[in-house]
């Protein structure tokens, strides 16, 4: 996201817990800034936005790695609704000109048959994960923000991405950053959970151009799908990437890692999206998994 607003040439800052844990912005942390914040914190996101007075505002501190928000189910809630609450709270209080963009997740939905389809922003929020019930909670809170309030605020309903820099906790980064180790001389063996399993995947990049294009051109109180509106299964992504590298590779199911396929979220509809801003995909899912696989590459050098 700051890439691409540097981009713009927008100025941009933001908040992090630990200014010690930077290796993604670490190529462009003298073109940005910074402050060490604690969302959950009221007065710590009061003090920074009093300071910065910003135009716009990306909220998207989230834990949102699944497994860790089902073992710590509070401290998931203090920063996913929480942090949210503190962040609206403190842009009514200070009433900058200010628009708000609340990333959420297409984990909102809920449980989705295969059968159903592909997903409209209209469906019922019905979450089944703790993280997406955390992230409904909070979207609702963002919409009444606007129905209530005043406050210029958007929100999104992103779908899985994907891309160079994920953490390797996620599938995809995970079998990119294992193949990367074998090429670098270990063990041709990766370890798979549930590859049968049916995601809907779309590049951090294209991502990122979703949330700027809503924020140019969207109307306050709207919500948007984020997503490839194409139902890619999991075996697909290991194979390509396997594929990009050339090397002789076992795979190896670990039950560790192992979740039963759920019909969750399978895919979104982003036609009003497009409708609304224009925006297209511009990445194919290849170039998306050859470059996060050149980036595990030279992260092993």
Known sequence: MADLLLERNEQVFGIVRSLADNQNIKHIEKKIQTFSCDIRKRQ???????????????????????????????????????????????VKELKPDCRFLYVGSSEEYGMVSQEEGFIKEDRALKPFSLYGVSKAAADLLAQSYFTRDGLDVIRVRPYNHIGPRQDSRFVCSSFARQIAAIENGCEPLIKTGNLESYRDFTDVRDTVRAYHAVMDKAEAGEVFNVCSGKMTRVKVLLDTLLKISGVAIKTEVDPSLFREAKPVNVSGVNTLLQQRTGWRPQFSLDQTLGDLLNYWRAMMK
């Open 44 to 90: 710590e996101v009061k003090k920074v936005l009093n300071e910065v007075r910003p135009d716009r505002i990306y909220h998207l501190a989230s834990v949102s790695f699944i497994p860790d928000v089902e073992q710590a189910g509070s401290a998931a809630f203090e920063t996913n609704l929480l942090g949210t609450l503190n962040l609206l709270e403190s």
